[in-house]
């Protein structure tokens, strides 16, 4: 039956192609079956399989590089399986943890002459990816994973962005697992969750609408009193001309020698004080007059700062009750001694491609014996249970077993006060001694690379451009969504911080310091 299967969907994979998928595929076939070793590789290729049972969302995809075989697992177990081929020497597919960041159903490659990848899942902005391609029967490609075509197509619909993509060395298995520090979510918080995101989000909403007003009313103020200034500057004006006309007829007063000198003296004297007096009564008017608009720009630029931070708070606390409605991932680098947070928004990458996840929380933790190395494992909640989730683990790189180096992590309480009661299957943990790759950004779930294996296929490409900044003061009034960002402009050139590496080529993950706007 799953002979039949296979070969009815390459007949149905070679009419969609039509001639040149044909020829381009007896070609490869020609190739191929040129020389007994690659007759061999194609023997120990593995076949495509499909679980005999109705399968749920996949959680995540496991590469094997020996093998050259992907498995996707839903929440019960593996689901699909096939043959792939991956980089070649020299341009090898880094190992390592990704997770889908974009989908292209009809992609073709600015990298490679328009070539065409059909079907592609991205898994880093640099052209690391999952797509359809020929598999000569062993690793061929330039670094990405190519998949059966057929393949590759009926699986297209069925992931979703975000999705994890671990690429093992070696053969690799998700393992069930249980330990006291993996989260373990309170049910009232769980049932709690939708109504307080409603709840706050009107909130915002309505402080967003309150510092609008606010800032209208602040406007208008200082507009009103823009022209004190320049009326009091003009009374002072009048006023000093008029003392001035005052102490000169006091001059001439003195000076009289005669009778009639002296009787226009103290004529024009008079007419400069009661002018000086005119002037002196206007100017105190103006200023008194004046002050309640002074007064009204202080106390509306205050209450406009006032309803701004009201406004800050209310944005804060609605961001952070949407994301405890998102599956949440955690990596622990031993290499930079940190604890990094990752949650998908949902919302559109605004330079285009791919979706934004938050990056609010970036903290130090603190690892028991930090100088000896942990390995690399990704325990992920499968499911809910009655103790709340069924977690599982895989393991791809040599260090404590998953057990004892999750022992020697002791994560901060306050950020899993804030993470740990809402979470969701699809949350993870990571555990490694890599850094970060440069390749996690705003719109990444986290990347990681095993800096022990070769990444020909990675590091020869051109790393991703860092983002421009784009700053947001309202979240509210961008697309209804609630979210609100400030991205960085990152170094472009960090230096690498993996102990485990010496040499440059590959570039790290740097996040923008200060912290522009944090959300916890």
Request: include cysteine; aromatic fraction near 6%.
């Amino acid at each position: 039956m799953k002979d039949r299967l296979t070969t009815a969907q390459s007949n149905g994979a070679m009419r969609r192609w039509g001639s040149p998928g044909i020829v381009m595929f007896a070609a490869v076939a020609a190739l191929t079956a040129l020389t007994p070793a690659n007759a061999a590789k194609q023997a120990r290729q593995p076949a495509e399989a499909v679980a005999q049972r109705e399968a749920g969302e996949p959680i995540m995809a496991i590469v094997s590089i020996k093998s050259q075989q992907v498995i996707f697992y839903d929440a019960e177990g593996w689901i699909l399986r096939a043959p792939v081929s991956t980089g070649t020497t020299g341009r090898e597919t880094p190992a390592g943890v990704f997770a889908v960041v974009e989908k292209d159903k009809d992609h073709h490659s600015t990298m490679y002459d328009d070539a065409w990848m059909p079907n592609m899942q991205r898994i880093t902005w640099n052209g690391i990816a999952l797509h359809g391609g020929p598999l000569p029967g062993y690793a061929a490609s330039h670094g990405c994973v190519r998949m059966p075509f057929g393949f590759a197509e009926g699986l297209f619909e069925k992931t979703n962005i975000g999705m994890r993509v671990i690429i093992s060395p070696n053969d690799a298995a998700p393992v069930d697992f249980s330990h006291p520090s993996l989260f373990m979510p309170q049910k009232n918080a769980i049932a709690a969750a939708p109504a307080r995101a409603d709840k706050l989000s009107a909130e915002a909403e309505e402080a967003a609408r309150a510092a609008d007003e606010a800032k209208k009313a602040a406007a208008a103020a200082a507009k009103e009193a823009q022209s004190l200034p320049a009326s009091l500057r003009k009374l002072e004006q009048q006023r000093a001309r008029a003392d001035a006309e005052l102490a000169f007829a006091d001059k001439s007063l003195a000076a009289a020698k005669t009778d009639q000198a002296t009787a226009k003296a103290e004529e024009l004297k008079q007419k400069a004080a009661t002018k000086a007096a005119d002037a002196a009564t206007q100017l105190d008017a103006a200023k008194a007059a004046a002050q309640p608009k002074r007064d009204a720009v202080a106390a509306t630029k205050d209450a406009a700062k006032a309803a701004a931070s009201r406004k800050a708070d209310a944005v804060k606390a609605a961001t952070d009750a949407k994301l405890a409605l998102e599956p949440v991932s955690v990596y622990i680098s031993r290499a930079t001694q940190k604890l990094y947070v990752r949650r998908n928004t949902h919302k559109p990458a605004p330079d285009g491609g791919g979706e934004v996840f938050d990056t609010s929380i970036e903290v130090p933790v603190a690892i028991r014996n930090p100088d000896q190395p942990l390995g690399t494992h990704i325990f992920t909640a499968m499911a809910k249970n009655d103790s709340g989730l069924r977690w599982s683990v895989v393991s791809i790189d040599d260090g404590d077993n998953a057990k004892d180096a999750l022992d020697r992590i002791t994560m901060p309480q306050d950020v899993l006060d804030r993470i740990a009661p809402t979470a969701l299957p699809r949350s993870s943990i990571i555990i490694s001694d890599e850094p970060l790759s440069s390749e996690t950004n705003y719109r990444t779930e986290f990347v990681a690379v095993l800096s022990n294996q070769p990444q020909g296929g990675f590091i020869t490409r051109k790393p991703t451009a860092p983002p421009m900044a784009v700053a947001s003061d309202d979240s509210w009034d961008n697309g209804g969504n609630g979210f609100g960002f400030f991205f960085q402009q990152r170094d472009p050139n960090p230096q690498p911080v993996n102990p485990r590496r010496r040499g440059g080529q590959y570039q790290y993950y740097q996040p923008a310091q200060p912290m522009q706007r944090s959300f916890w």
